[in-house]
């Protein structure tokens, strides 16, 4: 952030304004490589921050104590609640300083907060609970698969319970899981042959030759993830439409503050995703969640997977909506008076821009059901010596809904439009068919929730025998009544 701050403050680090001909003068090798440098900078930063703060953060609860469990479960909701507060005074402030005030300004702020938030973090090491680590659990992965295959000409044993190598267990950090039948082609790492040797305190001699039935239970529960994880893929599309058209929308609609000549910014409509997203959190967490917790006799009011799969469905709500909403705003646009016209040339609709916020209200709830039910759902069922990938990966699942969402406006640009008339997708919003995209998205968000049901009723819970919904609920019943005994 220094460094980016420095291109905007220092004038040989950055081009010349344009001239009244506009006739600019580009970046020099040497600008440009400052700046591409500061971008690393931060992608190396954030590949730090945003996997390893939730689980840092979640760490310092204690799971084994029904105060613990319910911390958790409030810690991810208020981490969401905050890390979208910032981003609306991002969207906002921040923007305003930097378009209106000078450059330097706006980054210069956000770097200094990012310096007070550093040394915030370093006067508190002595407070923090640190969980030691154990190994790179990739390593342990990568173990078992070239085992597995090592042994796929191996018969599988009668009673994998009681046949595969199962060695004491030594981690204090990791639980030990049981035997699941789910998968089972990668129990053949864990047969033990006659060549395979023992230590003397039970461990495999080459874990590259033998793998224990915990790094193989360890690799199915990642197996399990990976069908929930694709699914939220599909959502995260539809959220991603809040910050690309839904700007376009805005710009050939009326954005006049009721009768007065101020203009709401296009860009800024999607401050009321976040808006509601920031409202509905505390009201989830603080009022709903106490009365459903009583009613349904759940820790979290609803289960993980129940809350991921409302977020789903109100996605696929929200683009029907969006695209009835365009199919309004587009008739305006060329049956009625027209307000002036759009910087992409087209006229701008009588219609209220206003009518955009349903939408964006109901992705910002999808947003807070699914992507915070994501978020708990990783960390609670991730190994615990993966809970720091268990963090990456609600962010490559955003990163992969952006590039899916890139291919199909791609797709869309080459395969509609022919015949001399513009695609879905043109420039001019009056000319194309943007609805047809949001209901394209829609109909790919009710199969996405079908495949969702199937794999959320398939999946099995880690560390559970039948790995059902009711067995975890007397699972965390019993610690609980432990827990208190105990104290």
């Known amino acids: 952030m220094l460094i980016l701050t420095l291109t905007a403050a220092i004038s040989k680090l950055h081009p010349p304004k344009c001239d009244q001909g506009q006739h600019c003068i580009g970046p020099s090798p ?10 690393g900078l931060l992608v190396i930063g954030a590949g730090g921050i945003r996997p390893c703060n939730l689980a840092f953060g979640a760490d310092q609860f204690n799971p084994h ?25 991002s969207s906002t402030f921040i923007i305003y300083i930097q378009s209106n005030v000078s450059w330097a300004l706006g980054l210069a702020i956000p770097t200094i907060l990012m310096f007070l938030s550093c040394t915030l973090f370093f006067l508190g090491t002595r407070l923090y609970v640190k969980v030691k680590p154990e190994g790179s659990p990739l390593t342990s992965i990568a173990q078992v698969l070239v085992v597995a295959f090592r042994k796929r000409g191996l018969k599988q044993p009668d009673d994998p319970k009681t046949s595969l190598f199962n060695p004491p267990h030594h981690s204090s950090l990791v639980s030990k899981l049981p035997y699941s039948d789910q998968f089972r082609l990668v129990d053949k790492a864990a047969i033990r042959t006659p060549m395979d040797e023992v230590k003397p305190n039970g461990d495999a001699a080459n874990p590259w030759r033998l793998c224990s039935l915990q790094q193989v239970e360890q690799v199915k529960c990642l197996a399990r993830i990976i069908p929930i994880w694709a699914t939220g893929i599909i959502l995260y599309v539809a959220i991603v439409q809040e910050t690309t058209f839904v700007v376009f929308q805005g710009l050939q609609a009326d954005r006049h503050f009721g009768k007065s000549k101020f203009q709401i910014p296009a860009a800024s409509f999607t401050v009321f995703a976040m808006l509601a997203l920031t409202i509905w959190i505390p009201v989830y967490d603080r009022i709903l969640v106490p009365w459903l917790r009583r009613v349904t006799g759940k820790e979290g009011g609803f289960t993980l997977l129940q809350r991921m799969g409302i977020g789903i469905v109100l996605s696929v709500v929200a683009m029907i909506v969006s695209g009835l909403v365009e ?13 002036g016209t759009a910087p992409s040339g087209g006229a701008i609709s009588s219609m209220s821009s206003f009518w955009l916020v349903p939408q ?3 992705l910002g709830l999808a947003e807070a059901f699914n992507l915070i039910g994501q978020v708990e759902f990783y960390y609670k069922q991730f190994p615990e010596n993966m809970r720091s990938l268990a963090g990456a990966v609600l962010f490559c699942g955003m990163a992969c ?30 000319q194309g068919r943007l609805d047809y995209f949001y ?33 975890l609920e007397k699972s965390n019943s019993k610690s609980s009544l432990v827990s208190t005994r105990t104290e």
């Open 327 to 339: 199919e309004r705003r587009r008739s305006y646009a060329l049956h009625r008076p027209a307000l």
């Open 65 to 89: 104590t029904e105060s613990g469990r319910r911390g958790i479960n409030s810690f991810f909701n208020w981490y969401y609640f905050t890390f979208t507060g910032a981003m609306m005074i």
């Open 30 to 39: 040497v600008q440009l490589a400052v700046l591409l440098c500061s971008f």
């Open 360 to 362: 964006l209200v109901l």
């Open 401 to 430: 809904a952006n590039y899916l969402s890139g291919f199909m406006v791609t797709v869309v640009h080459q395969t509609t439009g022919h015949n001399g008339k513009d695609n879905w997708l043109a420039s001019d919003l009056n």
């Open 439 to 471: 209901y394209l998205i829609a109909l790919m968000g009710v199969v996405d929730f079908l495949f969702f049901i199937v794999f959320a009723n398939w999946y099995r819970y880690k560390g559970l025998e039948d790995g059902s919904e009711i067995a």
